[in-house]
Nanobody
Framework: QVQLVESGGGLVQAGGSLRLSCAPS????????MGWFRQAPGQDREFVAG????????RYADSVKGRFTISRDNAKNTGYLQMNSLKPEDTAVYYC????????????????WGQGTQVTVSS
């Protein structure tokens, strides 16, 4: 069973930055599309960003375009989510996920999930 481990969450003031990392438990990075999702209290989990296996196709939710950057380093078997200009509404638990197929915005397309990392943005 592949496991994904997120890191890099924390507390930051509005306008600040954080970088999240996602490392699978085995060398699957280059074989899977990777995505980031988030879930705020009382809300559904939502798509944030996704990147295909090669890194050539990237998708973002409208709410984070221009502020967040998804990337991957297949040699290091790690994915990243750089979050800049953070807003209080970005506060949520952030999850990384791996998809055997093409990059997708749908939760149900992803095969493996991490446990999540908390991001809190204070105003």
């Amino acid at each position: 069973q592949v496991q994904l481990v997120e890191s890099g969450g924390g507390l930051v003031q509005a306008g600040g930055s954080l970088r999240l990392s996602c490392a699978p438990s085995e060398g699957i990075c280059s074989n899977y599309a990777m995505g980031w999702f988030r879930q705020a209290p009382g809300q559904d989990r939502e798509f944030v960003a996704g990147i295909n296996r090669s890194g050539g196709t990237i998708r973002y939710a409208d709410s984070v375009k221009g502020r967040f950057t998804i990337s991957r380093d297949n040699a290091k078997n790690t994915g990243y989510l750089q979050m800049n200009s953070l807003k209080p509404e970005d506060t949520a638990v952030y999850y990384c996920a791996a998809d055997k197929g093409l990059v997708s915005i749908r939760i149900t397309d992803y095969d493996y999930w991490g446990q999540g990392t908390q991001v809190t943005v204070s105003s």
